[in-house]
């Protein structure tokens, strides 16, 4: 209600010569602005006015509902992209718009099946891996997924994201349920007892974290020993700041980054010239010269080089290089959509207690 | 004379008619948007009518006739074309997790098709689950206009198979222990209040003139300073590398691997509010100590009344007006309370407001957000009546 007041108040300051354009803020929201929003304010006039949040459909619901839209186009999680759609609050996807790749094929097969959905285009893979701080230990270091889960040979305290997403499919991958296994075991409520049983074995020693720039911090502070991050933000925190991290690649949990258009938006024109561009495979290859986040198109990939700043290779780096990619998941957006809700409840009971 | 009484009455209204249309607006008018939105949902009835009047005549044991299919089909691809549909299914959703991903895949193969001899035969086909009762058991719950379905959510309560109520599953409670512990959080938090606050009152209220405008600029200060800042000067000083710990370590009372953990637990939250809150405490009891003459204790004392009985006997019930507005003041602002613990709160330092902020601002289910918060006013108002019985609301004095 006071958001829907505040928004009447304050009156969108944007013209039609300025997108507004949402993301996450911290090194991401600044590898795209290098990566494509600089790009395409040279080329087309347009400027981008960035803003920051953390997640969530609140603040499009209620520009959609109040009709008082400022908000042009949004990086969102995938399960939001599609629910998002689903509820009306974002415009349809024009496939015919977006551009073929460099090799010449076309973006609807350019594009693998899931990245390019009715509201949203995929534009990077990124990871939810778990890292370490190589100061913290001296005689073995943790290699597996079971090793975060393992207090016995690896003590101390551990950062993970507050949120049932993630830490769900983690427990059970330690817990031995093999990768294909994972979500069907969630569908079951042994399933989802059993990994609330995993995270039981280490609830005490966890330390909660909301914003993807926290764990970096966490963990150079010595707040925690390991902890559950983006990858992106660990490998800004590695070559940027010469932080002595460790990445596990381990039980990686991938997801898709998508681009979507606020429904309604006055600007609508220039929001689809701005999404045609960041769908360029060279757009998404230059985002992964700021930060470690692969491009989601097949002719992307081919385009990975260097990290622009300090030219470190970029490919040990990436989540879906193939070394990296022996034990891992992709997040299943549609089991999380059918599943927010009650395992929300459910996490929020298990956190209390 | 009537009419010019009138007049006169209409009159002396008009000055206070900004700040009526002003709370209309700002507090009333949302606070009851919130309460109809917790019972009233009109969006499944008016969108799928014809599904949810034949399913009125089901018996609810065997999977519904040709008829309710055939109208179900019609008017999910309807509410599709009116862009309705995602938040249909969210509703369906909801009551029965799962059904979000059956009905939107299904209807996406639904637009393929042209026709069908039976509609029931092609869902089932889509997914088995449309031919499981409780699916439908579902939709038609989910079709109430009216329902207290969020209130039953709100109270940790279910509908059984059978239709009666039953309790949730224990792993599954969660809102009538928050509540317990928001109340519980609350009452500790405002018998903390009075406590350091108390004093800090007397001290102003009978210090000189110079040292009582210094000592209440001390008290005003914080207040004025934001909230957000007197939040996170918290974390600075209680984190586990914060400065009390450094300081700690540093005098060796305790070791470096002990760190005490006081911040992002209930601790935290408890110091921080306690915090946040005392100037309520302090200004409604300096403003009645104030008015109370010195010249009553010494008038006591040469009576012969030791200080402690003294004060006992004569100035803290002369006091207790502010004592009960103040406490009343703490502990309504601190049940309702959300900022303070979403920052330092962590796992177990988290209030029933956090929830309610979670489903107006993450989970977008504002039925249930609107039932919290009715079941909080209602606790507000319960409270206030206990309060009135007890104390009496005219002895209170705010200032």
């Given amino acids: ?353 | 004379m009537d009419g010019t009484l009138r007049t006169v009455r209409l009159r002396a209204a008009v000055p206070v008619l900004p700040l009526s249309a002003f709370i209309l607006v700002t507090f009333i008018a949302p606070l009851a948007t919130m309460l109809v939105r917790s019972v009233y949902d009109p969006l499944v009835a008016g969108a799928m009518p014809e599904t949810l009047f034949l399913l009125s005549e089901w018996d609810g044991k065997s999977t519904p006739r040709e008829a309710v299919f055939e109208a179900a089909v019609r008017e999910l691809l309807e509410a599709r074309q009116a862009r309705n549909l995602g938040r249909i299914v969210t509703r369906i959703n909801r009551v029965q997790p799962g059904m979000r991903s059956v009905v939107m895949k299904s209807v996406r193969k639904l637009r393929g098709i042209s026709g069908s001899d039976s509609w029931r035969d092609t869902l089932i086909d889509m997914d088995p689950a449309w031919g499981e009762v409780q699916t439908w058991r579902a939709i038609r719950r989910t079709g109430e206009r009216f329902t207290m379905r969020h209130y039953l959510h709100a109270l940790d309560l279910d509908r059984g198979p059978g239709g009666g109520i039953v309790r949730q599953t224990p792993e599954r409670r969660i809102y009538i222990p928050l509540l317990g512990r928001t109340l519980a959080v609350s009452l500790s938090i405002t018998a903390l209040c009075l406590l350091f606050g108390y004093p800090v009152a007397y001290l102003i209220a009978n210090a000189s003139p110079r040292w009582a405008n210094l000592l209440l600029l001390l008290v005003l200060v914080p207040f004025w300073t934001s909230l957000l800042v007197r939040t996170t000067s918290w974390i600075v000083l209680l984190q586990t590398r914060g400065v009390i710990n450094d300081a700690l370590v540093a005098l060796g009372l305790i070791a470096e691997e002990n760190r005490i953990a006081m911040i992002y637990n209930m601790t935290g939250t408890v110091v921080a509010m306690t915090h946040v809150l005392l100037p309520f405490m302090v200004l409604p009891l300096y403003s009645v100590m104030r008015a109370i003459p010195p010249l009553y204790m010494n008038a006591a004392a040469t009576l012969g009344a030791s200080f402690p009985r003294a004060f006992w006997r004569v100035y803290w019930p002369q006091t207790q007006p502010g004592v009960f507005a103040g406490s009343l003041l703490v502990f309504i602002l601190a049940i309702g309370y959300y900022i303070t613990p979403e920052l330092v709160g962590g796992r177990s330092g988290q209030l029933i407001s956090n929830m309610i902020a979670y489903h107006m601002q993450q989970s977008l289910n504002w039925g249930l957000a609107g039932a919290l918060s009715g079941i909080l006013l209602a606790c507000v108002f319960v409270i206030y009546l206990i309060y009135d019985r007890v104390v009496g609301i005219e002895r209170m004095k705010l200032g």
């Avoid at chain 1, 795209?32 to 969530?56: M, Q, V, W």
């Avoid at chain 1, 893979?125 to 090793?147: C, L, M, V, W």
């Fill in chain 1, 1 to 353: 209600m006071l958001s829907i007041f505040l928004l009447i108040w304050s009156q969108p300051l944007t013209s039609a010569e300025s997108l507004t354009v949402v993301s996450w803020g911290g090194s991401y929201a600044r590898a795209c602005t290098k990566a494509y929003h600089e790009p395409f304010t040279a080329k087309s006039g347009i400027k981008i006015r960035l803003e920051d949040y953390n997640g969530g459909l609140a603040q499009i619901r209620a520009q959609v509902e109040t009709g008082n839209i400022h908000w042009d186009v949004v990086d969102l999680e995938i399960a939001d992209a599609v629910l998002a759609c689903d509820e009306g609050l974002l415009e349809f996807i024009e496939a015919d718009d977006l551009p073929a790749g460099p090799d010449g094929t076309p973006a609807t097969q350019d594009f693998p099946p899931d990245t390019l959905t009715e509201c949203s285009v995929g534009t990077n893979f990124y990871s939810t891996i778990y890292a370490y701080n190589r100061e913290n230990f001296s005689g073995g270091e943790p290699a597996t997924i079971e090793d975060f889960f393992d207090m016995k040979k690896f003590p101390g305290r551990r950062g993970m994201r507050r949120t049932p997403q993630v830490n769900l499919e983690f427990a059970l991958m330690a817990d031995g349920v093999p990768l294909d296994q994972v979500y069907a075991t969630l569908s079951t409520a042994e399933g989802v007892d059993r990994a609330f049983r995993k995270l039981d074995t280490i609830k005490e020693h966890i330390v909660w974290w909301t914003a993807g720039a926290q764990p970096p911090q966490m963990l150079a502070d010595g707040e925690v020993v390991m902890s559950t991050a983006y990858n992106g933000r660990i490998f800004n925190a590695q070559v940027l700041e010469n932080q002595p991290f460790t990445v596990v690649w381990d039980g990686q949990v991938l997801d898709k980054g998508q681009l979507a258009i606020v429904y309604g938006t006055p600007r609508l024109k220039e929001a689809r010239r701005f999404l045609a561009f960041a769908a360029r495979s060279e757009s998404m290859a230059r985002l992964g010269r700021y930060i470690s986040y692969s491009p989601v198109r097949r002719s992307g990939s081919a385009l990975i080089t260097t990290h622009m700043e300090t030219g470190v290779d970029m490919k040990p780096h990436m989540p879906t290089t193939p070394e990296n990619m022996t034990r891992a998941l992709h997040n299943d957006w549609e089991w999380w959509s059918d599943h927010v809700d009650e395992m929300n409840e459910r996490f929020s009971a298990w956190m209390a207690r």
